[in-house]
């Protein structure tokens, strides 16, 4: 195949077989081949401290969130900054070659482990050598296998990275993953082997995001019943966008009694539910919508904006100069503020900024409702069960997952008002915005959309369906009254699908497309064995899923 660039690891990608001259994302094929060798250098890396642990050397906490933040790093919109690619990979192959003179033997270590590159152009040539990237694997089964793995690796990294940021750790999350990416180099390991290493990191996918909804509950208190104002005040405004919720309580010490308000935008709206962010009185509402409406809505916010994770869009002249990042995110042009995990990080440029400008423009009134995680659903467990048990409640829907660009993708909005009265949906991820700011009202007090969170907070969906299996003395969680209608952008939604297959969820429907990752025999497997299936018409979709169960 004759290409400038592969990447197939969003739902976007192109004509959905795979991107090969420019990243639907907007990323270059440069940056996507800088990203294919960081991978490559973090799988090398990965071999060394898997060896050393075998020897019974103790691994730096260091080097365990070296290899979190590279794998965070090329999550899609993530990061689009050539320069962070460089100076990654030259930080990750020192660090693998001081590890690597610790080794008792260097034996059969394969070229990832061993390559060196110093140069901008010996980075440009190895990254489009035969050894390096998706394409380097021929057998298309494997390379799907080992994708799937790869791009559930980069889901999980990014839930511990949020985790670490609030001091909190699981070294046998980073051994997991450092022990898969040395294995993912093993032609040896064949289909089945993949497919059980499949499996596996979905377990460990639940421990990741276990360890992050400990972290944000320890840090912040449980998610609450909230309303969250939609509309704007008359103060000038810094807008955060992205996961990190660190960053957000951050920000919101350092522009108390400043006269800036601050506001969430898409994935960062549940920071309104934690007891101990909204206790700040500057934390004003939500503005906007999902991130791929930012280049219309960070034009009219008027102020700077602060973007923590990925979710970044190639940004507009108009705004360029207001925008942000931090962590693992990047972009050329835009001003980067650094610190480490859990470190402290000066926000004074933006809020100093912030005071020049106007408010923001409005965009919409009103309040949406969320803070649904499954301690708070767990308080309303004898009125949902009463409610599922007198018929008042028919089935439950999990809509979590991404949105995304696609004009198919109003099927989930369609989906949401074409539910019967009786159906309850539960969501977690910016896949809500499809619907949350609908009119569809309640059941015997329970709203009828019930939204967990973030994407990492489908975790909380997964305790809510135990919970239930629990209550009603069931032996399987499929026979439960829930269906999975999801739809999925990027890894992290990738990671979510393998920890429910991991607990045994089946049947579940992915949307608006299956991956294009998946080989027509890797897809086959998932969907004899687990009942994975796309979506279709919404109606027929409706009467499938109620014939169904």
Request: hydrophobic content about 40%; some cysteine; overall charge negative.
């Amino acid at each position: 195949m004759d290409t400038k660039m592969f990447c197939y690891q969003c739902q976007e990608t192109a004509k959905c077989t795979g991107c090969t001259i420019k990243g639907m994302c907007g990323k270059e094929a440069d940056t996507a081949g800088l990203q294919d060798l960081l991978i490559y250098a973090t799988k090398g890396l990965s071999v060394i401290t898997t060896r050393l642990r075998g020897e019974g050397e103790t691994i730096a906490k260091s080097v365990d969130h070296l290899v979190s933040i590279n794998l965070f790093t090329t999550i899609t919109n993530a990061n689009f900054d050539n320069d962070v690619f460089e100076a990654r990979i030259r930080e990750t192959l020192e660090i693998r070659d001081a590890l690597a003179s610790k080794l008792t033997s260097t034996v059969g270590l394969p070229d990832a482990a061993t390559f060196m590159v110093k140069t901008s152009e010996e980075m440009a040539a190895k990254a489009n050598s035969d050894e390096v990237g998706v394409l380097a694997t021929k057998d298309e089964d494997i390379r799907s296998l080992r994708e799937l793995i790869t791009y559930g690796l980069k889901g999980m990294a990014a839930y511990v990275k949020h985790a670490n940021a609030l001091g909190f750790e699981d070294e046998s999350v980073d051994i997991f993953m450092q022990e898969t990416m040395s294995k993912l180099l093993n032609d040896v390991l064949t289909v089945d082997d993949l497919v059980a290493l499949t499996l596996e990191t979905g377990k460990f996918g639940v421990n990741g995001m276990a360890l992050l909804d400990t972290a944000n509950t320890k840090s912040y208190g449980n998610p609450e019943i909230t309303k969250v104002n939609i509309g704007v005040g008359k103060r000038p405004g810094i807008l955060v966008s992205g996961h990190d919720l660190s960053d957000m309580e951050e920000l919101l010490k350092q522009t108390q009694g400043t006269g800036v308000d601050v506001y969430t935008h898409g994935e960062m709206l549940p920071a309104h539910y934690y007891p101990e962010l909204k206790k700040y009185d500057n934390l004003y509402g939500n503005y906007g919508n999902a991130w791929w409406k930012q280049k219309e809505e960070f034009e009219k916010f008027n102020g700077p904006i602060l973007m923590t994770t990925n979710c970044i869009v190639p940004p507009k002249g108009s705004y360029i100069g207001k925008i942000y990042t931090t962590g693992a995110a990047g972009f050329p042009g835009v001003k980067h503020i650094p610190g480490s995990n859990g470190g402290e990080k000066d926000f004074s440029e933006m809020i100093n900024q912030a005071k020049t400008c106007a408010a923001p423009t409005e965009l919409e009134t009103g309040e949406i409702v969320g803070g649904f995680a499954h301690d708070q659903v767990f308080k309303l467990a004898d009125t949902v069960v009463d409610a599922v048990k007198s018929g008042a409640i028919s089935r439950f829907f999990v809509m979590a997952g991404c949105d995304g660009r696609q004009k198919s993708r109003s099927y989930y909005t369609e989906f949401a008002k074409a539910l019967p009265q009786d159906a309850i949906i539960l969501t977690a991820g910016c896949a809500k915005y499809r619907y949350n700011k609908l009119n569809l009202g309640d059941i015997g007090g329970i709203p009828r959309v019930l939204d967990a969170g973030q994407c990492n907070d489908s975790y909380s969906l997964a305790l809510i369906a135990l919970k239930l299996k629990e209550v009603f003395g069931l032996d399987d969680v499929n026979e439960l009254p829930i269906t999975y209608n999801i739809a999925w952008y990027e890894q992290k939604a990738v990671i979510v699908l393998l920890a429910l297959l991991y607990l045994g969820v089946k049947d579940i429907h992915l949307g608006p497309t299956l991956p294009a990752f998946l080989s027509p025999n890797v897809a086959n497997v998932l969907i004899e064995n687990f009942g994975i299936a796309g979506i279709g018409d919404v109606q027929d979709d409706i009467d499938l899923f109620y014939k169904a169960k």
